[in-house]
């Protein structure tokens, strides 16, 4: 049984993290990060949190961990178990190399130990989902799952709903829809766009609606994240009045600095001004990151809509004025 494990609270009577009770035989580690500003106070206290999770897994379990991080390091600095790492570097037990990004497809090599162990492809597009998936194939030989079977389910693997998942393809121009709400999270996702679709003008449209993310703690990082498109568009803050003003991401400061980045940003309050104003700006070749961790207003049907629309009003002005 494999469940992904979750640092926000159980319940309204239980605010301790889910992962708490779930005791787990083995485990993935791919990052420690400040988050759910509502539940935890800062960057310790998550850690905190990750610490006891680490020690609920028993001797006899295995842990794979990201190799970098000073808050990984500090979360397993105490397993009981047998830790291995992933990624990247020289130290790596589990070591990603040759990675090819490609407009299709994304391939990569693994070396176990310094020494090559397989090679890999699948559909996804981003180097977080490499990753994601040399941690997995790592747990899964670990449980002796062989390497012919590792391959052939990462090949056939189609990803997951609202994870780079292309909602509409309009008139040459491609909607992408991702729950991406956190800074790390949006930086790999249009990362992830960059090596899909390459010399495409890449559009940022958020919605502020997590905990954190309606708050100003990460508001830094956040602009540095949505700086990495070419156009951002943010609305209103999600219930704003929840927040207190002093804690409350700050919308116009945020555009500043993106646009201290040398980016194109603005915040437009509500979806449907949202569309009205960027639908007549797109061209063919553009992709839009929709990015939100709800449902954003209907954004995903209606700016399509709204782009087949203006596709029809071009290809038939004299039937448009006749209907007019």
């Known amino acids: 049984f494999i469940i992904e494990a979750d640092e926000y609270d159980t319940a309204f009577f239980d605010k301790g993290p889910k992962f708490l009770h779930y005791f787990p035989d083995a485990m993935i580690l791919t990052s420690v990060e400040f988050d759910h ?3 935890y106070k800062d960057l310790e206290a998550v850690e905190t949190a990750f610490k006891r999770l680490v020690n609920l897994v028993p001797r006899r379990g295995r842990i794979v961990a990201f190799d970098e991080g000073d808050s990984v390091e500090r979360s397993i600095s105490r397993a009981l178990c047998p830790v291995e790492r992933y990624g990247a570097t020289q130290n790596s037990t589990w070591r990603m190399t040759n990675l090819r990004l490609e407009p299709a497809r994304t391939s990569w090599s693994v070396l176990h130990n310094g020494e090559h162990w397989a090679d890999f492809e699948f559909s996804l597009g981003g180097e977080y989902n490499v990753l994601n998936a040399t941690a997995a194939a790592a747990l899964a030989a670990g449980c002796g799952i062989s ?10 693997f189609k990803s997951v709903k609202r994870r780079l998942e292309v909602r509409a393809e309009v008139n040459g121009i491609t909607i992408i829809d991702d729950f991406a709400h956190h800074p790390t ?13 390459p010399g495409a003008r890449i559009w940022a449209i958020l919605e502020p609606r997590s905990n954190t993310l309606r708050r100003n703690v990460l508001q830094n990082d956040l602009a540095k994240s949505l700086a990495m498109a070419d156009e951002v568009v943010v609305a209103d803050v999600f219930k704003s009045d929840a927040i207190p003003e002093a804690e409350r991401l700050d919308l116009g400061s945020l555009a500043a600095q993106i646009q ?16 009205q104003l960027i639908a007549p700006e797109m061209r063919r070749g553009d992709v839009v990151a ?5 449902g954003f207003g209907g954004i995903y049907e209606k700016l399509p809509q709204r782009l087949r629309m203006l596709a029809g009003s071009a290809t038939n002005p004299a039937g448009a004025r006749a209907k007019a």
């Not at 040398?262 to 437009?268: L, W």
């Open 37 to 39: 500003a509502d539940i």
């Open 185 to 197: 999270a949006i930086a790999g996702t249009l990362a992830a766009l960059r090596s899909r679709y």
């Open 260 to 275: 201290r980045h040398g980016r194109h940003a603005r915040m437009v309050p509500e979806v449907d001004g949202i569309v």
């Open 290 to 294: 929709i990015l939100s961790n709800g």
């Open 147 to 156: 390497k012919d079977k590792i391959s052939t389910a990462l090949k056939t």
